[in-house]
């Protein structure tokens, strides 16, 4: 890291078979961008906390020191403020650092962005591929825990795994289409009875006795209806008892207890 940082003279060490010029160099009068600043070593930090200060340092194996004029852009995915407190990140660097702090908020609380962001990779990785409108609403629905990367991970993914034009659910990774099929599963689930209170009534007031009227449609024992639901799951997600489990609420184990119970292979 300090090698690449600040870079060496020729035999500093054993493989520098010629002299490097280090990035921070490489920045002078530019910008200089450290991503997930948040992973830099206790001693490196100390090393580049000198060189913003100072905008000069030494190049491995070399007794003279160099000069860099430049601005520095950080990024982290960590609370920095909270790793000084727990002694992994320098104090004197993090306020150093902190002089304009800019928060992005995760992909799930800015879908707008999503939609954009996947024209964006699949641009850039596809060959001609197009994502028809339900991997589009999938992709909406997610909600991104590894936000960016993992957005443009899942394009990779499905690009490298389809020749294309077309790229259907199918070709989503399993978080991403397990999600959606989930979500399909619920719409399909009729809305609960809402409650209608009861009007109050006067206590002379007479209720005429009315003789109860009988259903058309027989009642249907629990077990008949919980057998049912599961089938309809099953069928619904293909025959994936793991997916099956999950959008019914129950574990996998009770899936195929009740599955042995009603002689379902």
């Known amino acids: 890291m300090e090698s690449e940082l600040f870079g060496h003279t020729k035999g500093a060490f054993t493989s520098a078979v010629g002299a490097k010029t280090g990035l921070?160099?490489?920045?002078?009068g530019g910008t200089a961008f450290f991503d997930e600043i948040?992973?830099?070593?206790?001693?490196?930090?100390?090393?580049?906390?000198?060189?913003?200060?100072?905008?000069?340092?030494?190049?491995?194996?070399?007794?003279?020191?160099?000069?860099?004029?430049?601005?520095?852009?950080?990024?982290?995915?960590?609370?920095l403020a909270k790793e000084v407190e727990r002694g992994t990140f320098r104090r004197d660097l993090y306020?150093?650092?902190?002089?304009?702090?800019?928060?992005?908020a995760p992909l799930r609380e800015r879908r707008e962005?999503?939609?954009?962001?996947?024209?964006?990779?699949?641009?850039?990785?596809?060959?001609?591929?197009?994502?028809?409108?339900?991997?589009?609403?999938?992709?909406?629905?997610?909600?991104?825990?590894?936000?960016?990367?993992e957005l443009e991970n899942c394009i990779q993914q499905m690009v490298a795994m389809n020749s294309g034009?077309?790229?259907?659910?199918?070709?989503?990774?399993?978080?991403?289409?397990?999600?959606?099929?989930?979500?399909r599963y619920q719409a399909t689930l009729a809305p609960?009875?809402?409650?209608?209170?009861?009007?109050?009534?006067?206590?002379?007031?007479?209720?005429?006795?009315?003789?109860?009227?009988?259903?058309?449609?027989?009642?249907?024992?629990l077990q008949e209806l919980e057998r049912r639901e599961i089938m309809r799951a099953i069928r619904f997600t293909q025959g994936d008892r793991n997916l099956a489990a999950h959008l019914l609420g129950i574990g996998r184990t009770t899936l195929y207890r009740k599955l042995k119970e009603y002689a379902v292979a």
């Open 165 to 183: 034009p077309a790229i259907h659910v199918g070709d989503l990774p399993s978080q991403v289409n397990n999600h959606y099929q989930a979500q």
């Open 192 to 221: 609960p009875i809402p409650f209608e209170p009861v009007a109050m009534m006067a206590p002379d007031t007479m209720i005429p006795r009315v003789p109860p009227q009988r259903e058309d449609v027989p009642v249907v024992p």
């Open 24 to 28: 921070l160099e490489m920045a002078d």
């Open 95 to 104: 306020y150093r650092l902190n002089v304009v702090t800019i928060k992005l």
């Open 113 to 149: 962005d999503i939609l954009p962001l996947a024209d964006h990779f699949l641009r850039r990785y596809g060959s001609g591929h197009e994502l028809t409108q339900d991997v589009m609403d999938a992709l909406e629905e997610y909600a991104w825990p590894g936000n960016v990367r």
């Open 38 to 79: 948040g992973e830099l070593p206790l001693d490196m930090q100390c090393k580049l906390l000198r060189a913003l200060q100072e905008k000069e340092f030494r190049p491995v194996g070399s007794g003279t020191t160099r000069k860099s004029d430049f601005r520095i852009i950080a990024a982290t995915n960590r609370d």
